[in-house]
């Protein structure tokens, strides 16, 4: 029997409050996610004849194709309404110096016969498609812009990727990495903890908190973690016996020996050590924790609070840089009140 999320330990003596306070579980998007709308210069030219419309686009398109803004649409209603209904058409995209062209300058004969076209004009466009919802409204301010909306991340945005038994499941992780991280503590040790788990069964496969010493200065609590992980796999290198709070469980076997061959495989045809498994940490891992999440192809990341040089989304987003070969989610937030009095992971 799998022990259920909604089991009661004992709790903390030392733990601040007995009723968690409300917390949410924000995603940690990437830089290209989060970050506002790039513009870049483009021409284009009003319509003056509408029957030459479909034409025009035709021939300006093949002529000028932009492969790397699929997202633009060509043409567009004329932003004074004051005049008669008028479209405008986007021509092509301009230098940074870009100043006035005239229609000849741009559009190659007899590639394309300009009939219809009025002056070209200087306007700003999305440089990127659109990754979220206020990306979109953004990008569309300025030029009309298609949007193919990643459900998941307007959901997580909007605080409800996850129903009331997830995150009482998620509750419940994060609560005995913060017991992990009291208990290095109260051993002298840095305050932070760390929990691996299974996420289809809930089966948890490592807990551990911060081991550094004068001997083992990177024992952080996601090294001590997937370290503990690899031991249920019949490996990893540490002996964290002295510190009994780290421990680790076998996974169970249809997930283990079943589904071994579907895994993402290592040079060895092991699968890496953190292939489909989520880690609930108290505190944002630093470069050297988030980078060895990634080489263990963690699943998700749910930590509590930052970290000043946190790699998960303060100084770095490890998780979801297209020139790394894994990619991977990130939740921040969770417990965060609890989390935020224990100590960072620098
Ligand atoms: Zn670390």
Request: glycine letters at 6%.
């Amino acid at each position: 029997m799998e022990p259920t999320a909604e089991q009661q330990g004992p709790k903390e003596a030392r733990s601040p409050q007995r009723a968690p306070a409300p917390w949410q579980a924000l995603p940690v998007l990437s830089e290209q996610q989060s970050g506002a709308v790039e513009l870049v210069p483009a021409y284009a030219a009003p319509v003056l004849d509408a029957r030459q419309t479909s034409r025009l686009l035709r021939e300006v398109s093949a002529v000028h194709p932009l492969p790397a803004q699929p997202h633009l649409k060509r043409v567009r209603p004329r932003c004074d309404t004051s005049g008669p209904r008028t479209l405008e058409m986007l021509l092509c995209l301009a230098g940074p110096a870009a100043g006035t062209r005239s229609l000849a300058e741009l559009l190659p004969r007899p590639a394309v016969d300009p009939r219809g076209l009025g002056q070209p004009f200087l306007v700003l466009v999305p440089a990127r498609p659109p990754l979220t919802r206020g990306q979109f409204e953004e990008a569309r301010a300025h030029w009309p812009t298609s949007f193919h909306e990643d459900k998941q991340v307007t959901s997580a945005l909007a605080g409800q990727l996850f129903s009331a038994q997830e995150r009482a499941v998620m509750q419940s992780h994060m609560e005995q990495a913060v017991q992990a991280a009291q208990q290095a503590a109260a051993r002298g040790l840095r305050a932070v903890g760390a929990v691996v788990v299974e996420p289809a069964s809930g089966h948890v496969l490592a807990t551990g908190h911060d081991c550094r010493g004068a001997a083992s200065p990177l024992l952080h609590a996601v090294m001590v973690c997937v370290d503990l992980v690899a031991q249920g796999q019949g490996r990893g290198a540490h002996d964290l016996r002295p510190h009994p709070t780290c421990s680790f469980a076998v996974a169970p076997q249809a997930i283990w020996a079943g589904t071994v061959h579907k895994l993402d495989e290592d040079e060895d045809g092991l699968p890496y050590v953190c292939t489909g498994y989520d880690l609930y940490v108290t505190r944002e891992p630093c470069a050297m924790c988030a980078m060895a999440l990634v080489h263990s192809r963690i699943q998700r990341v749910f930590y509590g609070a930052p970290s000043p040089d946190g790699a998960l989304g303060t100084r770095f987003r490890l998780h979801a840089r297209p020139d790394l070969n894994h990619r991977f989610q990130v939740f921040r937030g969770i417990l965060e009140d609890q989390c935020r009095w224990l100590d960072p992971d620098t």
